[in-house]
């Protein structure tokens, strides 16, 4: 699920009814995602890329090139990057730049998602930590990817551990030992192949993948490799507000 | 005075005149770890370069963008890699290809963030491998026999952060260290080596030192966080000092600073540390062991990123070990690399209106700073008195050769506050042609140690490639028109010119393969980024695109 998406979605709808709202959304979008300073520049009329403002540019043009960006050029594919309810604003916003008096603003697709603007307290502020970067590598998003942030290392998070205790004592079967070169390293398997195995190797923070040949290393089951000996940057409370916001999140 | 070159090489102590010049390989970068981009090769010289002729040309395929990249020669195999990561390990001799390697497309990052330039400065070659950072920010290490995946970890969470690296790594003993993009993104820079045995983690420095770390007081509030300084090119290295020695970007947002300096705090030095600065931390710990800020408080993006170049030469009679490096801004620093003192610095572009002048114990004084609900014209512009590509210098001459551009901006700032990973330079600033001009850049050589500019060529348009000086006592470089030329080191004079058919945003190296001696240099014009900044200000030109490698040689017959 494209969580991240959904959940600006989210606000957005709450925020945009009306033209001008609509408009001041869209130039905000604009402003972070296109004007930045090596593209288009403020208001279309700056940057390095094309100009965009007084082109003549008709709303279905914009809105199909913003979503599918040009191929070969630096202008990405919003599509898959912008919520439904950006797209429509930012559309909207180029096409005022452009003389269109009245575009279009009704936001089509998907109905709004879990809002993660909704999560307050504790789920909140475990967002914050899973993926805060103030941690570097000991972050939880170093090993999991939730609502697209984060690495996917790990498989996605399916059940929710019940509380702190029980996300320390969690148990890691899947984890395994590579023997590669006379050192034994905790590694999670990727793929065992007639030509390659391909492995996290989980010594340190944050995991190596890597693929050898299948006569170079050795694998056994089981691991002395413990979840609870690479959360160590969180203190218990901490844990505690991840724990909630993986509870908000995750849906089983 | 003129020294003789003969005195001079006497002069000089061979460690650094080993460790500074490339000769059959090109195996770093910046040629070395010293960054000089010279080759002691003098088959090709001036009085022959006239007789130079393509000896093979490598079309990498990969049209999406430009070529940009520095190739590395080891024993007779090039490795190239081209802007969406592309990687080749070429006979150097004939251009044929002995492996070649594709990274699959990533996946969309932050729309507008570095994920969206399509890009690669290089690969780095070591321990049998080699190493390159990808646009979803991961550094690989590919096998140098076979091109086969070794290992690939994750620097950052490009989804989140809005950074990627992909710059050339640096080789370091056992490790490689790469920085990152991302100043430009809310993002706090920072330098991190892996094992290149097994791509394990080795140490993280950041750039902005976090709470209870030394310098983070030079910072307003939680402004640290997103502080940016992102060290975004390839630093150098000295085996005997066992530093590691790399330029800092910008302070973020860019030119809009009071979210991040308190109210009338001095701005004289040290100011958002370690923005800005040139940094030598210790290559087994990644411990700073001097800083020396050039722009406290960058309120212009005059970020000091680029390449640091390590040399030992006389000062008032006595040999010291220094490093050269210019910032964005055009001022040119020299420092003893062994304590980061400051020993002179010179001012290379001819439009410069920021500061009025430096002290002599270098300190910027007459700041002109962008002002809130005003539009302000400052020269040079952010695409630099130099862009990222890299000057060469020679110790043959002793000269620093230098791409410098005359472009100016006009800063609009704005107070849009910090979000991750988001776009956060905090202003517009088109770049804008200056007046009255008839040429907007010239190649020029200069005495680092006088602060004398000894020649200087001009140029129409805007130079964007780096430079080349080798033996022969030649200086090479390439213009976004195509032509690819020579000149005489020690003179400047043109001495033989090439139409290679696009226009030159990469660099040239030089190596040879039994006996031959080659130049390198690799074409296609930047779309994005500076050269459509560039693009935009010459409407009546094309400088075409493309990612095609060219090699000269002398014909077989004329050597």
Redesign the interface.
Known sequence: MKLGSLLLAATAFAAAQNLPDVLKQGEAVF?????????H??RGT????PRLAGRGFDQAFIANTVQQGIP???M???G???SRADLTAVVAYVASLNGVTNPVITVSGAPPGPSIARLTGDAARGRNLF?D??R??GRC??CHEIG????PVATPIGKVPADTAALKALSTPQVSTVTLGGESMPALIVSKKANTVVFY?L?????????ESPSSVQTGEGSTWRHSSVIGSYNEAELSAILSYLRAVVKP | MRIPALLFLALLPLSAQDAGVTRADWPHYGGTQFSWRYSALDQINTSNVKNLLPAWIFQTGDYTEYLGSTPIVADGVMYLISASARVFALDAAKGTVIWQYRYPTPRAGIAGSHSDFIQNRGVAVSDGKVIFGTRDNFLVALDQKTGKELWKVSVDDPKQCGCNNLAAPLIVKDKVIVGGNGGDQAHRGYLTAFYTKTGRLAWRWYVVPGPGEKGNETWKGDSWRYGGGAPWLTGSFDPDLNLVYWGTGNAAADFYDTDRVTAGASKTRDVNLYTASVVALDADTGKLRWHFQEVPDDQWDYDSSYEVLLMDRQIKGQMRKILVHMNKSGLTFVLDRATGEFISSFNVPELSNWISGVTEDGKLVGRNEPEMGKTKNFCPSTAGAKSWNSTAYSPRTGFLYVPAMELCMDITPNDTKATEGRFYMNGDFPTRLPPNRSTYSHVDAWDPITGKKIWSVPYKYVLLASMLATGGDLVFTGDPEGNFFALDARTGDKLWSFQTGAGHRGASISYSVNGRQYIAVTTGFQQTVVGSAVIGLFPEESFRAGSTLVVFALPEASR
């Open positions: 402003s972070k995602s296109c004007a930045t300073g090596y593209c520049g403020a700056n940057g390095g890329a070969s050029t630096a990405p594919a919003f898959a990057t912008l993926s970067s103030v570097s590598f998003s170093t697209g942030i984060g690495i190797d010594t340190s923070a944050p995991p190596v993948l890597r693929t």
